[in-house]
């Protein structure tokens, strides 16, 4: 496994050697010290950096041939998601294993249904959408949250329960955090 550490806020004063010690007392040994971890210095501020950082990640990839398989159910992340008049709830989505197809059942946080359109860039219909692919997807009973990870489930029943089971979480935490005296 490789590991590769964006350092950030290099724009500002720091001691490397002590941020590389502590990197290394937790197995994290920079390749700068002769490890195995790399590193690269980022500014989220001012950006500097994170063209380095994309370009070693793609590097890496390429290298060591990393691939996410789309002959597998469909997983992904919530990027966004709200109520849209005449489409019901859309979320807007990230693929990231796996391949979705309209039909489909899937749970989606708090939310379940049957898929009932993609939509890819510029609202083109899909008939497909596999890894890496950002799409909109309508069809669920609840509007996720961003964040939220999506899966295939097997029956539309399966779906309705474990989305039922998320909602009743949430409200338990929510009440458990309203409830707490501060």
Not at 8 to 26: F, M, R, S, T, V
Request: glycine share 10%.
């Amino acid at each position: 496994t490789t590991i590769v550490v964006a350092l950030n806020k290099i724009d500002l004063p720091h001691d490397i050697n002590k941020i590389y010690g502590q990197l290394a007392e937790h197995g994290l040994s920079p390749s700068e010290w002769g490890g195995e971890t790399d590193l690269v210095k980022t500014s989220a501020t001012s950006g500097l950096g994170v063209d380095e950082l994309l370009a070693h990640l793609a590097t890496l990839s390429d290298v060591m041939e990393l691939k996410a398989d789309a002959t597998i159910p469909a997983t992904g992340t919530v990027i966004e998601a709200h109520r849209s008049e005449g489409l019901g709830n859309v979320a807007r989505i990230l693929v990231q294993e796996g391949t979705l197809k309209p039909g489909e059942t899937i749970v989606c946080g708090a939310g379940h249904g049957k898929v009932r359109s993609l939509r890819g860039e510029r609202g083109k219909p899909l008939k497909t959408a596999g890894p890496s692919t950002p799409i909109e997807v309508t069809g669920l009973s609840e509007i996720p949250q961003a964040g939220d990870k999506f899966y295939v489930v097997e029956s539309a029943q399966r779906a309705k329960e474990i989305a039922e089971e998320v909602a009743a979480r949430r409200r338990e935490s929510e009440l458990n955090r309203i409830d707490k005296p501060t």
